[in-house]
């Protein structure tokens, strides 16, 4: 079975759990997933399968859809509702909805953000979490994310209490900390506050609508109706140019030779050759030699 099955990840488990189980389930060793979703965060969380998981990283660095709820008067170790809470302003808020656009319009586009210590981002090459668990603080680097929208998604014209609640949506790329987004959204408007709940609404090209739960997983492979469920490869790698291949070239694309560049990649990062519309790899320009291209990914096609 190769392919990516576009799974709802319920809250309470991990990402290594869901992959867990679907070994388990589909009696296979080679699954994957592409990136992971806190314990508490429910949503979209393609799974490749077989040789799909040569393509995992292209959706990992997909852009991603989530619904946040943003929470106003609380700071947290985690920055998000699991953490212990560090700043409480139990002041009356009245905060009215132009400012928080305001500041959402600030945080859209290219903005800078530090990683939370209760992270897996390395340092030293030791896991963030790791240093924080055992109460070490250290320099954590800033990294350059992206946020292509952001969208108020309550209705209030005033915002009034001792804290507030509000939930927004947000579009964005890789490497992007919604906990870490929503305490920025605090800090913009004078108040400690943090992530208290997150749903992940796509990830790359898949949906919730595309997306079955490890029960429905369960009963469809019992069933032997499964694969309609199972995309193609290929979906991970629709944001690349294809260059369909003939026979007299397929076999040196399938060795994993180096080539002659194709004028596609003075554009593009990289192209998919295929060959009777299957992916059978993924290349790019040489890093060495110029004027040629090397093979990034390699699929068997059985040619």
């Known amino acids: ?99 928080i656009v305001q500041a959402l319009q600030q945080l859209t586009g290219e903005i800078i953000q530090v990683p939370p210590m209760y992270s897996a981002v390395k340092v030293n090459g030791r896991k963030l979490y790791e240093y924080a668990r055992k109460g070490l603080e250290v320099e954590r680097p800033q990294r350059k994310i992206t946020i292509y929208e952001i969208e108020l998604l309550d209705e209030r014209e005033q ?12 579009a964005c790329g890789k490497g992007t900390y919604i906990r870490t987004l929503a305490v920025q959204i605090g800090e913009l408007l004078g108040y400690p506050a943090h992530m208290s709940s997150l749903v992940r609404t796509i990830s790359g090209r898949f949906t919730k609508a595309d997306c079955l739960t490890l029960d429905n997983t369960r009963e469809h492979f019992e069933q032997g109706t499964l694969n309609a469920s199972i995309r193609p490869l290929e979906d991970a790698l629709a944001e690349f140019p294809y260059v369909e291949t003939d026979a007299d070239l397929i076999g040196k694309i399938v060795n994993g030779q180096v080539l002659p560049r194709n004028a596609l990649l003075e554009i593009h990062e990289r192209i998919v050759f295929t060959y009777e519309g299957r992916a059978a790899a993924v290349y790019k320009n040489h890093p060495t030699k110029a004027g040629l291209m090397k093979p990034e990914k390699m699929f068997s096609l059985h040619v």
Not at 71 to 89: H, N, P
Not at 160 to 170: D, K, L, Q, S
């Open 159 to 170: 915002f009034e209490g001792e804290e507030i609640t509000f939930a927004i949506r947000v």
């Open 1 to 99: 079975m190769d392919g990516i099955l576009p799974l709802w990840k319920e809250k309470g488990m991990t990402s290594h759990d869901c992959v867990f189980k679907l070994r388990k389930i589909l009696g296979m060793k080679r699954i994957g997933h592409t990136g992971t979703l806190d314990p508490n965060v429910e949503g979209v969380l393609p799974i490749c399968i077989g040789q799909a998981t040569k393509v995992a990283e292209y959706i990992t660095d997909a852009g991603k859809e989530y619904i946040a709820a943003v929470t106003i008067g609380s700071s947290t170790e985690t920055e998000d509702a699991d953490g212990d809470k560090v700043l409480i302003d139990s002041s009356f808020k009245s905060i009215p909805r132009s400012l």
